[in-house]
């Protein structure tokens, strides 16, 4: 590819504002969780066919692959919460159980599933320790049986710390499951219970240590900022009860309000009051990255650290890569063969087409001729650091010097600064990591010499 980006055909939204605090103020505020790409829709008479012509395919098309387990049942709806799918009840859960061992076990028979061993494992929700002990321990056993894993495969299950009693920890152990998530979102009482979160903060402290001391498994929680009654004095609180734990490893993420969110009504209807700002919530990220620092934690990527070498959060990382994801559940998304697969998250339908060997498919997306490159954007925006080198012997072409013009504006504009072959994130540029990663994806789609160079290379 030659020649450079022209950045004055941007939009200029994507390069950032003119600020002497990029931190607080380079852009309005954080629009999405994770970056992402325009993508082909495939119509409903072709979807099903091309999955399971993705199922039987025996030639590897990425080198890494993940399987996610969808549980789609919540006992509690927590007011900051966009995916709520059902109301935790047993009769429904164990119908829906036996459901989801019939399509492991189909999809485990698949041809496609067989070539390759899978490097993470992820049972996500909804809250998949609503499921019973003898569930949580048949579903690791089942997965480990049926479906090939690497000798260090990580298998992570997620959940709440309320009622995760000790019967439930061996039994998870015994399954096979090496890598529990816990999402406390914040330690602070009065917070918890405005985002309608179980246990006060004194049960979830004695708890997550117990289940640390154990050493059986890295114990990894997600900390949330920016609620409604969290203020900074109360996330360093948060910050400081995160260490006081022992915990092997902490997700840092800023609240994003979307419109679905119970949060949103409540505090338009005066039951709440309003979250934190934009600024306000760069402020508390600032806190956090410091914090980690002066405590000499390993920082696994922007948002993540680690307090122990066993926590290596590979299904996070290869999510953000090229990397296959077979999604298996009703609710679960995923991607197989270039295609995006989202299934079905009505209960009911899924059931049904389940007992009966149908694809429970409700939207497949085909993968842009790019999809690889904005993998490469997203992983490197991710990891704080982009590399010439690393992006070149991955690409096959020199992404780095094509984007270099865009890169200067952002270094003048405190987000980045460039060092021979490498781009780094400021702090204020790791705060909108996923922001400018959208941003150079976006800039790429609307550069014409870069899509039409991305299209020559697919008719290719």
Known sequence: MNNQIDTNQLDPKLLGLDTPDPLLFAFTKKKAAHAGAKTEIISDNKKFTYLQNALQNTQVYAKNRCLYVHIPFCRVRCTFCNF?????????????????????????????TQIAPFQAVYIGG???????PQQVFQLGNTIRNLFP?????????????????????????????????FGVQSFNTKVRRAAKRLDDREVVMQRLHQLSQQNAA????????????????????????????????????????????????????????????????????????????????????????????RERSIYNSLAKTDAEVLPVGCGAGGNVGGFGLMQHRMLKEYIEEVKTHQHSLAMMTKQSASASTHASIKVAFDHGVLSRRKLFKTLGFDLFQYCLPLFEIWQEKGLVNIEDDYLTLTLAGEFWNVTLAQNLIGALQQDERFINDSNRKKAC
């Open 84 to 112: 709520f799918q059902n109301a935790a009840q047993k009769s429904m859960i164990d119908d829906y159980f036996n459901a989801l061992l019939i399509e492991l076990k189909w999809k485990a028979n698949q041809p496609w």
């Open 126 to 132: 909804g809250t998949p320790t609503d499921l019973s």
């Open 149 to 181: 894993l690497t000798n260090d495969c990580e298998m992570t299950l997620e959940g709440r710390i309320n009622k995760f009693s000790e019967e439930m920890f061996d039994n998870a152990l015994e399954g096979g499951f090496n890598r529990f998530s």
């Open 218 to 309: 890295p114990i990894v929680i997600d900390l949330l900022f920016g609620l409604p009654y969290q203020t900074l004095d109360i996330w360093k609180q948060d910050l400081n009860d995160f260490l006081e734990t022992g915990v092997h490893g902490v997700d840092l993420y800023q609240l994003i309000e979307l419109g679905g969110m119970p949060m949103v009504k409540m505090i338009e209807n005066g039951r709440l009051p309003d979250p934190a700002t934009s600024a306000e919530k760069a402020l508390m990220f600032k806190a956090g990255v410091h914090f980690m620092d002066k405590h000499h934690i390993t920082r696994l990527s922007v948002n993540h650290w680690a307090t122990d070498k």
